[in-house]
T-cell receptor, first 115, second 112 residues
Framework: SAVISQKPSRDICQRGTSLTIQCQVD?????MFWYRQQPGQSLTLIAT?????????ESGFVIDKFPISRPNLTFSTLTVSNMSPEDSSIYLC????????????FGQGTRLTVV | QKEVEQNSGPLSVPEGAIASLNCTYS??????FFWYRQYSGKSPELIMS????GDKEDGRFTAQLNKASQYVSLLIRDSQPSDSATYLC????????????FGSGTRLSIRP
Protein backbone atom coordinates (compact mmCIF):
# COMPACT_ATOMS: atom_id res chain seq x y z
CA SER A 1 0.00 0.00 0.00
CA ALA A 2 0.99 3.68 0.18
CA VAL A 3 0.78 6.42 2.76
CA ILE A 4 -1.38 9.19 1.35
CA SER A 5 -1.45 12.60 3.01
CA GLN A 6 -4.26 14.86 2.01
CA LYS A 7 -4.74 18.40 3.23
CA PRO A 8 -6.57 20.30 4.41
CA SER A 9 -8.68 17.70 6.22
CA ARG A 10 -11.58 20.12 6.34
CA ASP A 11 -12.41 23.70 5.50
CA ILE A 12 -15.29 26.12 5.52
CA CYS A 13 -15.22 28.49 2.59
CA GLN A 14 -17.20 31.43 1.34
CA ARG A 15 -19.10 31.05 -1.90
CA GLY A 16 -17.29 32.43 -4.90
CA THR A 17 -13.85 31.56 -3.55
CA SER A 18 -11.54 28.69 -4.50
CA LEU A 19 -9.86 25.98 -2.47
CA THR A 20 -6.85 23.89 -3.44
CA ILE A 21 -6.55 20.42 -1.97
CA GLN A 22 -3.19 18.71 -1.88
CA CYS A 23 -2.41 15.01 -2.10
CA GLN A 24 1.08 13.72 -1.28
CA VAL A 25 2.09 10.06 -1.54
CA ASP A 26 5.13 8.50 0.11
CA UNK A 27 6.08 6.54 -3.02
CA UNK A 28 5.81 6.85 -6.76
CA UNK A 29 2.43 5.76 -8.05
CA UNK A 30 1.19 5.10 -11.54
CA UNK A 31 -2.30 6.46 -11.20
CA MET A 32 -3.83 9.23 -9.12
CA PHE A 33 -7.52 10.00 -9.04
CA TRP A 34 -9.81 12.55 -7.47
CA TYR A 35 -13.24 11.55 -6.21
CA ARG A 36 -16.14 13.43 -4.72
CA GLN A 37 -18.50 11.98 -2.14
CA GLN A 38 -21.58 14.03 -1.49
CA PRO A 39 -23.46 13.56 1.79
CA GLY A 40 -24.99 10.10 1.98
CA GLN A 41 -23.75 9.20 -1.48
CA SER A 42 -21.12 6.96 -2.96
CA LEU A 43 -17.92 8.01 -4.65
CA THR A 44 -18.01 9.79 -7.98
CA LEU A 45 -14.84 10.02 -10.03
CA ILE A 46 -13.98 13.60 -10.95
CA ALA A 47 -10.84 13.00 -12.97
CA THR A 48 -7.64 11.07 -13.44
CA UNK A 49 -4.59 13.17 -12.67
CA UNK A 50 -1.98 12.55 -15.36
CA UNK A 51 1.64 13.24 -14.63
CA UNK A 52 2.96 15.98 -16.86
CA UNK A 53 -0.20 16.44 -18.89
CA UNK A 54 -3.79 17.59 -18.59
CA UNK A 55 -6.10 15.58 -16.38
CA UNK A 56 -8.76 13.32 -17.87
CA UNK A 57 -12.18 14.47 -16.67
CA GLU A 58 -15.32 12.41 -16.29
CA SER A 59 -18.64 13.42 -17.72
CA GLY A 60 -20.09 16.32 -15.78
CA PHE A 61 -16.77 17.67 -14.57
CA VAL A 62 -14.76 20.36 -16.34
CA ILE A 63 -11.30 21.75 -16.02
CA ASP A 64 -12.44 25.31 -15.38
CA LYS A 65 -14.33 24.21 -12.28
CA PHE A 66 -11.90 21.54 -11.07
CA PRO A 67 -8.38 22.30 -12.29
CA ILE A 68 -5.95 19.54 -11.43
CA SER A 69 -2.18 19.48 -11.38
CA ARG A 70 0.20 16.56 -11.15
CA PRO A 71 3.77 17.79 -11.49
CA ASN A 72 5.37 14.46 -10.51
CA LEU A 73 4.59 10.87 -9.55
CA THR A 74 3.96 11.59 -5.88
CA PHE A 75 1.93 14.80 -5.75
CA SER A 76 -1.32 16.21 -7.09
CA THR A 77 -3.65 19.09 -6.38
CA LEU A 78 -7.34 19.60 -6.99
CA THR A 79 -8.81 23.08 -6.97
CA VAL A 80 -12.50 23.67 -6.47
CA SER A 81 -13.14 26.99 -8.18
CA ASN A 82 -15.83 29.61 -7.73
CA MET A 83 -17.47 27.53 -5.04
CA SER A 84 -21.17 27.32 -4.34
CA PRO A 85 -23.00 25.47 -1.55
CA GLU A 86 -23.56 22.60 -3.98
CA ASP A 87 -19.82 21.95 -3.88
CA SER A 88 -20.05 21.03 -0.21
CA SER A 89 -18.76 17.49 -0.19
CA ILE A 90 -15.89 15.24 0.74
CA TYR A 91 -13.09 15.22 -1.79
CA LEU A 92 -10.85 12.17 -1.87
CA CYS A 93 -7.49 11.53 -3.44
CA UNK A 94 -6.91 7.95 -4.55
CA UNK A 95 -3.80 6.20 -5.85
CA UNK A 96 -2.82 2.94 -7.46
CA UNK A 97 0.58 1.74 -6.40
CA UNK A 98 3.22 0.96 -9.00
CA UNK A 99 3.78 -2.76 -9.27
CA UNK A 100 0.83 -3.53 -7.04
CA UNK A 101 -2.31 -5.48 -7.75
CA UNK A 102 -4.16 -2.42 -9.09
CA UNK A 103 -6.01 -1.81 -5.86
CA UNK A 104 -6.79 1.81 -5.09
CA UNK A 105 -6.01 3.40 -1.76
CA PHE A 106 -7.48 6.58 -0.39
CA GLY A 107 -6.32 9.61 1.46
CA GLN A 108 -8.25 10.66 4.54
CA GLY A 109 -10.35 13.09 2.51
CA THR A 110 -11.12 16.79 2.65
CA ARG A 111 -14.49 17.79 4.07
CA LEU A 112 -15.50 21.00 2.35
CA THR A 113 -18.38 23.18 3.47
CA VAL A 114 -19.33 26.17 1.36
CA VAL A 115 -21.36 28.88 3.05
CA GLN B 1 -28.73 0.67 -15.64
CA LYS B 2 -26.00 1.61 -13.20
CA GLU B 3 -22.57 0.19 -13.85
CA VAL B 4 -22.30 -1.20 -10.33
CA GLU B 5 -25.42 -1.92 -8.31
CA GLN B 6 -25.82 -2.66 -4.65
CA ASN B 7 -28.75 -2.83 -2.30
CA SER B 8 -28.50 0.32 -0.19
CA GLY B 9 -29.77 -1.39 2.95
CA PRO B 10 -29.65 -0.96 5.80
CA LEU B 11 -28.89 -4.62 6.32
CA SER B 12 -29.30 -5.63 9.94
CA VAL B 13 -27.56 -8.78 11.13
CA PRO B 14 -27.31 -10.18 14.67
CA GLU B 15 -23.88 -10.37 16.21
CA GLY B 16 -22.15 -13.65 15.45
CA ALA B 17 -24.18 -14.32 12.31
CA ILE B 18 -23.07 -14.22 8.67
CA ALA B 19 -23.57 -10.97 6.79
CA SER B 20 -24.00 -11.34 3.04
CA LEU B 21 -23.48 -8.36 0.78
CA ASN B 22 -24.21 -8.50 -2.93
CA CYS B 23 -23.20 -6.54 -6.00
CA THR B 24 -23.87 -6.78 -9.72
CA TYR B 25 -22.05 -5.05 -12.53
CA SER B 26 -22.96 -4.33 -16.10
CA UNK B 27 -19.68 -4.27 -18.01
CA UNK B 28 -18.58 -7.77 -19.02
CA UNK B 29 -15.01 -6.68 -19.64
CA UNK B 30 -14.53 -5.82 -15.96
CA UNK B 31 -11.55 -7.66 -14.61
CA UNK B 32 -10.91 -6.54 -11.05
CA PHE B 33 -13.34 -6.38 -8.18
CA PHE B 34 -12.98 -4.81 -4.78
CA TRP B 35 -14.81 -4.43 -1.52
CA TYR B 36 -14.20 -1.33 0.56
CA ARG B 37 -15.43 -0.60 4.05
CA GLN B 38 -16.28 2.95 5.01
CA TYR B 39 -17.02 4.05 8.52
CA SER B 40 -19.04 7.21 8.95
CA GLY B 41 -16.83 10.26 8.46
CA LYS B 42 -13.87 8.21 7.27
CA SER B 43 -12.41 7.40 3.88
CA PRO B 44 -12.90 4.00 2.22
CA GLU B 45 -10.62 1.17 3.33
CA LEU B 46 -9.85 -1.75 1.04
CA ILE B 47 -10.78 -5.06 2.65
CA MET B 48 -10.89 -7.53 -0.25
CA SER B 49 -9.92 -7.78 -3.88
CA UNK B 50 -10.77 -10.62 -6.26
CA UNK B 51 -9.79 -11.18 -9.85
CA UNK B 52 -10.90 -14.69 -10.84
CA UNK B 53 -14.06 -16.73 -10.51
CA GLY B 54 -14.65 -18.51 -7.24
CA ASP B 55 -14.08 -17.72 -3.61
CA LYS B 56 -11.31 -15.83 -1.88
CA GLU B 57 -11.04 -15.96 1.88
CA ASP B 58 -9.23 -13.61 4.23
CA GLY B 59 -9.95 -14.11 7.90
CA ARG B 60 -13.66 -13.60 8.53
CA PHE B 61 -14.18 -12.22 5.02
CA THR B 62 -14.92 -14.21 1.87
CA ALA B 63 -15.32 -12.61 -1.52
CA GLN B 64 -17.14 -14.54 -4.23
CA LEU B 65 -17.00 -13.77 -7.94
CA ASN B 66 -19.13 -15.13 -10.76
CA LYS B 67 -18.21 -13.44 -14.01
CA ALA B 68 -20.80 -15.33 -16.05
CA SER B 69 -23.54 -13.88 -13.85
CA GLN B 70 -21.69 -10.57 -13.38
CA TYR B 71 -22.06 -10.94 -9.68
CA VAL B 72 -19.72 -10.41 -6.76
CA SER B 73 -20.48 -10.85 -3.09
CA LEU B 74 -18.89 -10.43 0.31
CA LEU B 75 -19.55 -12.69 3.26
CA ILE B 76 -18.63 -11.64 6.77
CA ARG B 77 -18.59 -14.51 9.24
CA ASP B 78 -19.00 -14.11 12.98
CA SER B 79 -20.20 -10.54 12.52
CA GLN B 80 -19.05 -8.06 15.13
CA PRO B 81 -20.47 -4.65 16.05
CA SER B 82 -17.25 -3.16 14.66
CA ASP B 83 -18.30 -4.46 11.24
CA SER B 84 -21.12 -1.93 11.20
CA ALA B 85 -20.24 0.34 8.28
CA THR B 86 -21.06 1.03 4.66
CA TYR B 87 -19.58 -1.50 2.25
CA LEU B 88 -18.73 -0.31 -1.23
CA CYS B 89 -18.41 -2.65 -4.17
CA UNK B 90 -16.00 -1.43 -6.85
CA UNK B 91 -15.20 -2.67 -10.32
CA UNK B 92 -12.31 -1.97 -12.61
CA UNK B 93 -12.12 -2.63 -16.32
CA UNK B 94 -8.98 -2.45 -18.32
CA UNK B 95 -9.20 0.34 -20.80
CA UNK B 96 -7.12 3.36 -21.56
CA UNK B 97 -8.73 5.07 -18.58
CA UNK B 98 -8.17 2.22 -16.10
CA UNK B 99 -10.60 3.68 -13.61
CA UNK B 100 -12.52 2.13 -10.74
CA UNK B 101 -16.29 2.52 -10.57
CA PHE B 102 -18.03 2.35 -7.21
CA GLY B 103 -21.46 1.15 -6.30
CA SER B 104 -23.69 3.19 -4.05
CA GLY B 105 -22.82 1.10 -1.01
CA THR B 106 -24.71 -1.12 1.42
CA ARG B 107 -25.11 0.05 4.98
CA LEU B 108 -24.56 -2.86 7.37
CA SER B 109 -25.64 -2.78 10.99
CA ILE B 110 -24.63 -5.52 13.41
CA ARG B 111 -27.01 -5.66 16.35
CA PRO B 112 -25.69 -7.01 19.67
Amino acid sequence: SAVISQKPSRDICQRGTSLTIQCQVDSQVTMMFWYRQQPGQSLTLIATANQGSEATYESGFVIDKFPISRPNLTFSTLTVSNMSPEDSSIYLCSVEVSGGNTEAFFGQGTRLTVV
Amino acid sequence: QKEVEQNSGPLSVPEGAIASLNCTYSDRVSQSFFWYRQYSGKSPELIMSIYSNGDKEDGRFTAQLNKASQYVSLLIRDSQPSDSATYLCAVKRYSSASKIIFGSGTRLSIRP
